[in-house]
């Protein structure tokens, strides 16, 4: 079998993460932990994981990031690396930045844009291409999560970094 990756793994435990969005969703409003992710794995040829962030409440963005680091130092787990939440726009971003751009299991930062109460063209304000500019001078990706009818927000944003 062909060695995979799995770029996109999600996992949260609600005793942990504060996540909006999963009120009332029947199928997705429960604990999602590595121990579930490693039976369901199993006999897939997925050998490594890319964690991606939850969209949890921003109170939580750290705790989220400490609870996956865990589990990338963990040889026993298949994750390998982080893309954890951030936002460009706060006015604690720089601080947020230096902080998790050192942990080595990170390799980018993604702010979901695609949520109803997103204002159209958020990613186009300065001060957000000038965060996601900042994203990359720290050697991180930029994961944009946006609506399809502004997909072509995403790329101009591209090219004004």
């Known amino acids: 079998m062909i060695p995979l990756i799995d770029t996109h793994q999600h996992l949260w435990d609600l005793s942990r993460l504060k996540l909006q969005w999963i009120k009332g969703r029947d199928l997705l409003e429960y604990d999602h932990l590595m121990?579930?992710?490693?039976?369901?794995?199993?006999?897939?040829?997925?050998?490594?994981?890319?964690?991606?962030?939850?969209d949890a409440d921003p109170n939580y963005w750290d705790r989220e990031v400490e609870d996956m680091t865990i589990h990338c130092k963990n040889i026993d787990t298949p994750m390998k690396a982080l893309v954890i939440p951030g936002d460009p726009l706060s006015n604690d971003f720089r601080i947020y930045l230096e902080k998790h751009s050192k942990n080595s299991f990170v390799k980018g930062i993604r702010r979901v844009l695609q949520i109803s109460e997103t204002e159209p063209g958020?990613?186009?304000?300065?001060?957000?291409?000038?965060?996601?500019?900042?994203?990359?001078?720290?050697?991180?990706?930029?994961?944009?999560?946006?609506?399809?009818?502004?997909?072509?927000?995403?790329?101009?944003?591209?090219?004004?970094?």
């Open 35 to 54: 121990q579930d992710y490693l039976k369901a794995k199993e006999g897939t040829g997925i050998e490594s994981t890319i964690y991606m962030e939850v």
């Open 122 to 161: 958020l990613c186009l304000k300065p001060d957000f291409i000038e965060g996601v500019r900042k994203i990359g001078q720290s050697g991180l990706l930029f994961v944009i999560c946006i609506r399809p009818a502004e997909l072509i927000d995403a790329v101009t944003l591209v090219k004004q970094c």
